[in-house]
């Protein structure tokens, strides 16, 4: 039996057998859908083909994004106003027997052929779109009647720049916008426009992702570390945005140069950028000098510092025994008057006691204190020697007394 | 003397007639559509609070201000789309879509048929697409839940809950973001879920149910939430377990949890459990007391009150099952049957998919409509006022149809009934009449919350009819006097209780 038919010879026949207007109601505000009952049509079609009894027996209410119509039914052709049928989307037809809903159906208007000019909407670049760098280029296709399309289209991409020309036709599914992301090209600029079948699209500047930063901030520590050519400070790049003001692409190569001014001292690094700030750790100078900085990105200088001094060692280095075994060095000073980095080691050595193990030691907020119990008793030295940056400090052995 | 008085009403007149056509004069010179009269009332009752989330994708964490942007003016467009279909004629569309798609929506409004409400409920939004400069979007929202109610035929309203899928064009004209384009890709039926949590346990509770509905004494119904007092609600709970009571029953006002006026009282709503807790009884919240209205425009901000109580309440140990309102049977007349059930029905499915561990149930004020939503309730309640007779016979009938636990939600009797004490029961009285009823519910396995524990000396404005035989008999139904002094029923009910221990 029809499907239609018998969800109506049922309600009426509950109703024949005394269904309580109670429970007439709640059957009434169920959704009674067919999942499997799709109506399709083309956009511009003004009727639909349904079956007679559908088209006979119901009032035909159609609802979508757009309120509600009644529509009108004969000989099994359901009749779309011009309006309705001039847009495309998914609707629902409600079927009514008087005021009973006894079914719901789907109507679908499938947008018409993509027609005329391609919109065409450059995106952010020098950012990464599902984690593929580039510029990001969306575009929608419309049919005749303004309704964006959903289909597989063959768009032809012309890009013209300076390294020529790049002219593809690819198939896109559309989705109702397409997007297609362009790899980078070191800020060259080029036109981009769309083709396809009955569809052309203007020109559109379209400047390369390049990921290059036009500009960043350098920054160093506060408290130099000593020009020992051992040690390691971290510099610090900020706020690295490209051209347009965007941050610059995670991914992109930055090139720190530290140099003097006799070249006598050169050192390079790399880094990338991360959330528009990369890290650079760098090793200190060999010796006391006035060191450049220079950050490249995509070989342009986008920031710089000039005279950073760069220390010798300590200049003096207090001592003072605490016992006859136990030893205090520092607090250990550099020639700008800052305490020496945490973690600064020490070399330790005892004259005459060459074979002992000594422990490894470092200043800790300029300080360091050695116990030489352990030492001693196995071998007894004369003479202590410590270095600091390369700068001996030699003490003789402590008098028992002492 | 009656001249002179005919004379200044004529120019009184004259003035007013004179000072109201130079304003409309005025007004319409200024260029402005006449409707943004009927347009700014609308916006000021703008109660409007969709559920709105955003996919976590680059473009969103890129441009958050921007899809911030887009999301305010792309819910404001479809609040206002709604309401122009609602109420068949343009309102605002002009500030939210462009020219062709205006064009399309106001024609399409000369096609209306019968009545239409539609307000979506929830956005689901994902963005696709920003341009370099900032002017165009592609945003597309994913199953938002739409409720849309027809009615054709008066008396005969019909409710559609559904899921849309729609994409949209949002363009920049005149420093403003509008629909530039949009396609309906998919709509959807919600399915009215049934539950999949095991209520075993909380039934089990209910099922040995000896209940008490709960008001403090000083502040019944619309002044209970501003007046929570933490002494009095430790005091009114210890007294209430030593009554033997194991359950009480609250009421959550919208006014006091309703968007703008919710948080303090959530607050105490966890508070009130806390204490229950700390005395060992269960309880079991009613919403929605005194609600604005059903009309589906209430629907947002009563789906919000909805989320934050029962995100609490679901986890917390003193909570025993959710009542979804309180006598709604009583609104059948004013509203419409129909309305009131579509209505029922959607928060019933919005409780569910919050907490699905606690029974729902529906507080019938006449039993004869405990059927209505069978399917949809997960026990059955209903009050006891009037046609005591019979009633045992008029559950078991249902018991024995629809196999579901029956809770007797209210029922009590008053001190003080009709005009003079001479006509009102004697404490005595009551408590015969309540231990009446308590024996036959036990003897016919209903769970039963008693109307109520105090009497009160003040009761709100609007809660009754305002005639004073009416408003004395609602005071008198507690247990303990307005003096804090117990009842006999109390008293015997006290002793009751130390036997059984």
Known sequence: ?402 | MSRRLAWVFAIAFLIISIMLFSRIIGYYNSGADGSNLLQTQLLDELDYYPEITWQDNYLFNQYQSVALDLEGRLVEAFFWLNRSFELSKPMKLQDYFDKDQYQKITSLLDYQVGEFEKTHTSFDLVLKHVSLDKSVAVVECINSKTLERITLFPEHPHLFYNTETFTLIMVVIDGKWKVKNWIAEQKTPVTWSKRSGSLSKKLASLEQSRGINYYPAKHPWSLFWDSINVKTLRKDFKLIDSLGFNTIRIFLSEEHFEKGSDLQNLNAFRLLLDIAQETGLQVVPTLFDFPKGFDLKHYTNQLYQLRNIVNIGKSHPALLAWSVKNEPDLDFELHGQEIILQWLKVMIKSIRDLDDRHPITIGWSDRQYLPLLADHIDYFSFHLYKDFSHWEADIESIRSKYNKLIVLEEFGFSTRDGFSNILSKSEKGQYNEINSIITNCQNNNVPFFLWTLHDFEDIPTGIFPNRPWILAKQKHFGLVRTDGSLKKSAELLLVENKKDD
């Open chain 1, 1 to 402: 039996m029809n499907r239609l038919l018998y969800i109506h010879l049922l309600l009426a026949t509950l109703c024949l057998l005394g269904c309580e207007s109670t429970q007439e109601e709640i059957l009434r505000t169920e959704n009674l859908y067919s999942a499997d009952s799709i109506v399709n049509t083309q956009v511009g079609q003004q009727s639909v083909t349904l079956s007679e009894e559908q088209c006979d027996n119901y009032t035909i209410i159609l609802t979508g994004l757009h309120g509600q119509i009644t529509l009108s039914c004969e000989e099994g052709k359901l009749f779309l106003p011009e309006l309705i049928a001039n847009i495309a989307g998914s609707y629902q037809l409600l079927y009514f027997d008087d005021h009973r809903l006894i079914e719901q159906q789907e109507l679908r208007i499938k947008a018409g052929k993509p027609e005329g000019e391609i919109l065409t909407y450059v995106g952010p670049k020098t950012t990464s779109f599902d984690g593929t760098p580039g510029t990001m280029l969306t575009t929608i296709i419309t049919d005749s009647l303004n309704n964006m399309v959903d289909d597989d289209i063959a768009l032809r991409y012309r890009l013209l720049g300076k390294k020529g020309r790049f002219d593809r036709t690819e198939i896109v599914d559309h989705n109702y916008f397409t997007k297609k992301i362009f790899p980078p090209y070191n800020n060259d600029k080029v036109l981009v426009g769309l083709a396809g079948p009955n569809l052309y699209s203007l020109e559109l500047p379209l400047e390369g992702s390049s990921g290059c930063a036009k500009s960043a901030e350098l920054t160093l520590p506060l408290l130099y570390p000593l020009a020992d050519g051992r040690q390691t400070f971290d510099i610090e790049v900020q706020n690295g945005i490209d051209s347009e003001g965007y941050k610059v692409e995670d991914g992109s190569l930055i090139t720190l140069y530290l140099y003097n001014s006799k070249s006598s001292y050169k050192a390079k690094y790399t880094s990338v950028f991360v959330n528009g700030g990369a890290k650079f750790t760098v090793e200190n100078p060999p010796r006391a000098d006035i060191i450049d900085l220079d950050l490249y990105a995509c070989e342009q200088l986008i920031a710089s510092k000039r005279d950073v001094v760069f220390n010798t060692a300590a200049i003096e280095v207090p001592h003072i025994w605490l016992s006859a075994t136990e030893l205090q060095i520092g607090p250990v000073l550099n020639t700008l008057n800052q305490v020496l980095p945490n973690g600064s080691p020490i070399d330790l050595s005892l004259v005459g006691c060459e074979q002992a193990t000594l422990p490894f030691i470092e200043l800790y907020d300029g300080i360091a204190r050695i116990d030489l119990n352990e030492i001693y008793t196995s071998c007894d030295y004369s003479e202590l020697v410590f270095a600091i940056n390369n700068q001996s400090t030699i003490i003789k052995k402590p008098k028992s007394n002492e």
